[in-house]
């Protein structure tokens, strides 16, 4: 299993990104997709999870109708994109998957900062 985060950086607060994340040595189509963030000096907490068709997803509250999850099952890949960023949105983002235990990323920075 690996999967390959891109699309961080630096942003201004109200601006916008969309990260991707390559999937790849599993069936990508038949597993749920989570994406994750860690702050500095903070636990990793999940952000947002999307099914295995990219009909059901699910927020983070924090996130709820800022950030939206989606899927390509052609291209097994997953997207997070983020408007309306806050500097609270600041930490790397990581994408995940549960096979047969949990697969995470390298990670992908998002700086949100004026």
């Known amino acids: 299993v690996q999967l390959v985060e891109s699309g961080g950086g630096l942003v201004q607060p109200g601006g916008s990104l969309r990260l991707s994340c390559a999937a790849s040595?599993?069936?990508?189509?038949?597993?749920?997709m989570y994406w994750y963030r860690q702050a500095p000096g903070k636990e990793r907490d999940l952000v947002a999870v999307?099914?295995?068709?990219?009909?059901?997803?699910n927020y983070v509250a924090s996130v709820k109708g800022r950030f939206t999850i989606s899927r390509d099952n052609a291209q097994n890949t997953v997207y997070l994109q983020m408007n309306s960023l806050k500097p609270e949105d600041t930490a790397v983002y990581y994408c995940?998957?549960?096979?047969?235990?949990?697969?995470w990323g390298q990670g992908t920075q998002v700086t949100v900062s004026s």
């Open positions: 999307i099914t295995t068709d990219g009909r059901g997803t």
């Open positions: 040595g599993f069936t990508f189509s038949n597993y749920v």
């Open positions: 995940c998957v549960f096979t047969d235990r949990y697969y």
